[in-house]
């Protein structure tokens, strides 16, 4: 390789590496279905002092089907794009951990129409799987306390926040589920879960009904979420639910 052509390589290989709002770059391998050994890249944000001996929060986000790829970047859109902003990252200094789904996968592998409601799969999918594999590696690298580990996400992330708090119901200290839809079988997995969902009573890409019922089924097993639906807002309400004085001042307050 001459001089010129290492140079550009190096360059390139320097900018990839370029943390994004404070996310580095880590990856994980996988070996399930189709794949085998294969590199999955996620990004994690760290607080901005790590002391010895002291634990912190740690924050699991689930993006929606508009960021999915393998480019690891676009899934720092909407939420953890946040966190280049100092009133977030002042407020809410913790690790975020953000996996990316591959393009044309899910999270969980149900429709999102107003269809009914489908139990939970036997098992999580392989875009799950792999996003669980890096949640269980920070988990052993980083100081995470574990009593204060929160799950959220949008769209089809909203579904997939939805679906792996209903698999593991007491993992999580508090869970956000952002215009989804969840399997109202297990309704009563929720009963103990701290739990806020949103929704726009607009949306036509996850219609509202979706959460509508999932929260009824959740109260019918004697649960109390909280659930918040937004007047003449369409597929966005993740704008207001995580907008500073929203969800996440609630979230951060509940431990395990």
């Not at 107003?114 to 999918?125: A, F, I, N, R, V």
């Not at 909280?226 to 979230?251: C, F, I, N």
């Amino acid at each position: 390789m001459n001089r010129s052509l290492l140079l550009v390589f190096v360059v390139s290989t320097i900018a990839a590496a370029q943390p994004i709002h404070g996310f580095v770059e880590k990856q994980v391998a996988y070996t399930g279905g189709a794949y085998k050994d294969e590199v999955f890249r996620y990004r994690l944000r760290s607080p901005s002092t790590v002391e010895k001996g002291k634990r912190y929060p740690l924050v699991f986000f689930l993006h929606g089907a508009g960021e999915r790829g393998d480019d690891n970047e676009k899934q720092m859109r909407h939420f953890p794009e946040l966190w280049g902003k100092s009133e977030y990252a002042k407020a809410f200094d913790c690790f975020v951990l953000a996996p990316q789904c591959r393009v044309d996968k899910r999270w969980v592998e149900v429709p999102w129409g107003d269809g009914p409601s489908l139990p939970l799969p036997k098992e999580p999918s392989h875009q799950m799987r792999a996003a669980l594999l890096a949640y269980e590696a920070t988990l052993k690298a980083y100081p995470i306390d574990e009593d204060r580990i929160y799950l959220t996400g949008l769209s089809m992330g909203g579904y997939g926040t939805w679906y792996l708090a209903a698999r593991y119901p007491g993992r999580f200290a508090a869970v956000a589920p952002i215009c989804g839809g969840g399997p109202e079988a297990r309704a009563a997995a929720f009963k103990d879960v701290k739990l806020w969902a949103w929704h726009g009573d607009e949306d036509r890409a996850v219609p509202v009904s979706r959460t509508r019922r999932m929260i009824a089924a959740i109260k019918k097993a004697g649960g109390k979420p909280r659930y918040t639906e937004l007047e003449g807002v369409k597929h966005d309400s993740w704008v207001q639910a995580y907008r500073p004085r929203a969800v996440l001042p609630w979230m951060f307050k509940q431990k395990r």
